[in-house]
């Protein structure tokens, strides 16, 4: 699913998805109609109605709340992967009240940091399968540069205190963002996402409508919605994948520029 998200655009998935979902309700819908010509009287109706509008509220119920939960997963992603960006940065910031080449020192770390993470481990995380040792010299080095170094004066005593604390806030916000870069719905609801589509559409292809115009309405609408709603949960369940992914560009602003 990740490749699908990451090779293909979200137009072309919603085309796959809705259109493939529409043909496929349209193609059933008709072939029930002339398998069983009988449904077309709609003696069934309001049982199978019944029927789908239960089944229809507690699939409606689980989808919105995947949603949810994914959107705010992506939303929480998002604030971890600015909240490291504006560490790193304020390390950055922080290392101004050093000495010149105890400055050096720290940028260069800074600078092979930042860089390891946009360009050799977002794509991993691209793919769900991030390597959390392709950042681990980078990080070890910035503590390297601090922990061999002995601050003078009071301000460069309380720069060097807040520089440490920030250095492990980048520390924590790095976990949190490779962990979330392998999150995924589980696996009992992913069978009730996309089984749930798979039975609830079927379900409306014994919904009898004598005008064959108007039962294909009803299916293809019906199936449409599905189709953009199972879209929908596999786009957000990966937050660093697709278009509707977390950007780096985070670390390519403010301070953290120069880099680029």
């Known amino acids: ?7 293909l655009g979200t137009v072309v998935l919603a085309f796959l ?3 493939g979902a529409v043909c496929l309700a349209a193609a059933g819908s008709l072939l029930v109609r002339w398998r069983f010509p009988d449904t077309i009287q709609g003696q069934h109706n309001k049982t199978i109605g019944d029927v789908l509008g239960v089944y229809a509220a507690i699939y409606g119920i689980i989808l919105a709340f995947v949603v949810v939960a994914d959107w705010e997963a992506l939303g929480s992603a998002e604030v971890n992967v600015a909240a490291e960006a504006s560490q790193t940065a304020e390390v950055l910031l922080d290392a101004g009240a050093f000495p010149a080449a105890q400055r050096q020192k720290i940028s260069t770390a800074i600078g092979e940091y ?3 993470v946009v360009e050799r481990q977002w794509p991993l995380m691209r793919r769900a ?3 959390a040792d392709l950042t681990n010299p980078q990080l070890t ?9 002995e ?17 492990g806030g980048v520390a924590a916000a790095r976990r949190n963002r490779l962990t979330a870069s392998q999150k995924e719905l589980p696996l009992l609801l992913t069978a009730l996402v996309y089984g ?3 039975v609830l559409i079927p379900l409306t292809f014994l919904y009898g409508i004598e005008s064959i115009r108007i039962q294909l309405l009803f299916v293809c609408s019906i199936a449409a919605l599905v189709g953009m709603s199972v879209l929908l949960v596999l786009t957000l369940d990966h937050p660093f994948s697709g278009d509707v992914s977390v950007s ?4 390519k602003q403010g301070i953290l520029a120069q880099f680029w």
Do not use: R, W
Not at 248 to 251: H, N, S, T, V
């Open 17 to 19: 998805f809705v259109g």
């Open 114 to 116: 930042v860089h390891a």
């Open 151 to 167: 601050p003078t004066t009071e301000a460069q005593k309380a720069y060097y205190n807040q520089a440490i604390t920030n250095i």
């Open 248 to 251: 780096p560009e985070a670390f």
């Open 141 to 149: 080095a910035l503590y390297a540069a601090f922990q061999g170094y």
């Open 196 to 198: 749930g589509a798979l």
């Open 129 to 131: 399968a991030p390597d």
């Open 1 to 7: 699913m990740v490749g699908l998200i990451n090779s």
